[in-house]
């Protein structure tokens, strides 16, 4: 029996070490690739403007991945909202990704994170933009931004 535990405590510490190795290798770097994080803020606005791009350029070196996307519209004029992300990809002209945009007391609209896989063509825009509708006579308008985060793997 005693033998039995030291065989499956060899066997259990070697399968710790090895899931240890495998997820230290599959860290931000190794010595063909390197994964680099990046975190991009874009606003879109109807009447105002906006302090923040709309757009962001994607690096041309490497491939670049949006893993999520956030955001908040605050509107006084629009009942509801409809926001997308935008980017040629994949040899079509536009690929566009829509976004969820649930109505909310506070803020106006909310758009939950979203996890997703965007893989924008690099030296692309990426652009934001969105569409009120039913809008009413507000005297701000209704401005949307949106925080989006992925990496990108050069090798």
């Given at each position: 029996?005693?033998k039995?535990m030291?065989?499956?405590?060899?066997?259990?510490a070697?399968g710790?070490l090895?899931?240890a190795?495998l997820f230290?290798?599959s860290g931000?770097?190794?010595?063909?690739?390197?994964?680099?994080?990046?975190?991009a803020?874009?606003?879109s606005?109807?009447?105002?403007?906006?302090?923040?791009?709309?757009?962001i350029?994607?690096p041309t070196?490497?491939r670049t991945?949006i893993?999520q996307?956030?955001g908040?519209?605050?509107s006084d004029?629009?009942?509801?909202?409809?926001?997308?992300?935008?980017?040629?990809?994949?040899g079509a002209p536009?690929?566009?990704?829509?976004l969820?945009?649930?109505p909310?007391a506070?803020?106006?609209?909310?758009?939950p994170t979203t996890l997703?896989?965007i893989?924008?063509e690099?030296?692309?825009q990426?652009?934001f933009?969105?569409?009120?509708?039913?809008?009413?006579?507000?005297?701000?308008g209704t401005?949307?931004?949106?925080?989006i985060?992925?990496?990108t793997?050069?090798?």
């Amino acid at each position: 029996m005693r033998k039995r535990m030291q065989i499956f405590g060899t066997a259990l510490a070697l399968g710790l070490l090895t899931v240890a190795v495998l997820f230290l290798s599959s860290g931000t770097s190794t010595a063909q690739t390197t994964f680099t994080p990046f975190a991009a803020t874009l606003c879109s606005a109807d009447k105002i403007t906006c302090n923040t791009p709309n757009a962001i350029t994607i690096p041309t070196a490497g491939r670049t991945v949006i893993e999520q996307v956030s955001g908040e519209c605050v509107s006084d004029s629009a009942d509801s909202v409809l926001a997308a992300l935008q980017g040629p990809g994949g040899g079509a002209p536009k690929v566009r990704t829509e976004l969820p945009a649930i109505p909310n007391a506070v803020v106006g609209f909310v758009i939950p994170t979203t996890l997703t896989r965007i893989y924008p063509e690099p030296g692309s825009q990426l652009i934001f933009f969105f569409t009120p509708h039913n809008v009413s006579q507000g005297t701000t308008g209704t401005t949307c931004t949106v925080w989006i985060i992925g990496h990108t793997i050069r090798p």
